[in-house]
């Protein structure tokens, strides 16, 4: 197993860029999801998905578009980059329950620079 | 999902026990206490996680008290590469496993 695998590990954008943050898991989770975190700070969770086809917002969802086709990947679209993107991003999955009580296993990271 | 509450630091030295506390005096019925650590610029690793009863695994043991409102994270044997930023996450029932993190505790092993 792979596990949870992001690309790319860095990124430099101009502000007004676009680009996609890839994650890919070979676990078979339902669940996956996407946190940014900022120097200092602990993690805010951008967007989750539950299943192939549902996705939903977290805590900072603004300037983030997700989707959800396969139950492998859960790509994070920067539509219009801004310095305020500026961030360290993390992928994870895992099982999902009801109960939500699932470990998740995170990726390296993937550290974006908006100039 | 209650909110949980650590010190920013600590310091412990290298094979003694590292005792990491904290607070969650809110906790619901159905909420787990959930740790992970974060070693520098890397992702987040699970520790443990436990609901009543204390716990104990390869990594670390996990102590909650009777009335639930604290717990602390034991690493019997600290080692320099357990130096990290250790998370302390309350999580049940109807989250969808979405994990709230506030800024943990830096932990320092020092030999």
């Known amino acids: 197993n792979a596990g949870v695998t992001q690309t790319p590990k860095f990124q430099v954008l101009k502000t007004g860029q676009s680009m996609t943050l890839q994650c890919a898991q070979d676990?078979?989770?339902?669940?996956m999801s996407w946190y940014r975190q900022d120097p200092g700070m602990g993690l805010r969770l951008i967007h989750y998905s539950v299943g192939a086809g549902i996705t939903d917002q977290g805590e900072v969802p603004n300037g983030y578009n997700v989707s959800r086709s396969t139950t492998e990947d859960f790509p994070l679209r920067l539509l219009s980059a801004a310095p305020s993107q500026t961030s360290v991003y993390f992928c994870?999955?895992?099982?999902?329950?009801?109960?939500?009580?699932?470990?998740?296993?995170f990726g390296p990271g993937t550290r974006l620079l908006v100039l | 999902d209650a909110k949980t509450t650590q010190p920013p630091s600590m310091d412990c030295a290298e094979g003694r026990a590292a005792n990491l506390p904290c607070n969650h005096s809110t906790i619901s019925g159905n909420e787990y206490v959930y740790w992970y650590r974060q070693i520098h610029s890397q992702g987040p690793q699970y520790i443990i996680h436990g609901l009543k009863n204390n716990e104990t695994n390869e990594m670390a043991s996990l102590i909650i008290t009777e009335d639930r409102k604290s717990s602390t994270l034991i690493l019997p044997h600290a080692t320099l590469r357990d130096t990290a930023v250790y998370y302390c996450?309350?999580?049940?029932?109807?989250?969808?496993?979405?994990?709230?993190f506030g800024k943990g505790t830096k932990l320092s092993v020092k030999p």
């Open positions: 994870a999955s895992s099982y999902f329950l009801a109960g939500g009580q699932e470990t998740q296993y």
């Open positions: 996450i309350a999580l049940g029932g109807g989250s969808q496993g979405n994990l709230i």
């Open positions: 676990m078979n989770h339902e669940y």
